[in-house]
């Protein structure tokens, strides 16, 4: 479920985060998984999740699903 921020993975975070502390950074791990974690912390653990999964809650998030104030 966790591997430190040395694994080969190459983390991004959205281009609307800007400068701020306050992120989460994503990651490819293979072609069927994608890693979140938190830019605070990128030697910390991160969460892993089906590559569909994923594709699915980030829809919800333009659709306005969830309420993110």
Same mark, same amino acid.
């Given at each position: 479920?966790?591997?430190?921020? #040395?694994?080969?993975? !190459?983390? !991004? +975070?959205? #281009?609307? #985060? &800007?400068? &701020? ?16 974690? /938190?830019? +605070?912390?990128?030697? &910390? ?13 980030? /829809?919800?998030?333009?659709? &306005?699903?969830?309420?993110? !104030?």
């Amino acid at each position: 479920m966790s591997t430190p921020a #040395s694994s080969p993975h !190459r983390w !991004r +975070k959205s #281009s609307h #985060s &800007g400068n &701020g502390p306050s992120c989460v950074e994503v990651a490819s791990c293979t072609c069927c998984q994608i890693a979140v974690r /938190d830019s +605070k912390n990128p030697n &910390g653990p991160h969460l892993t999740f089906a590559s569909t999964t994923w594709t699915i809650f980030i /829809d919800q998030i333009r659709r &306005g699903t969830y309420d993110l !104030r």
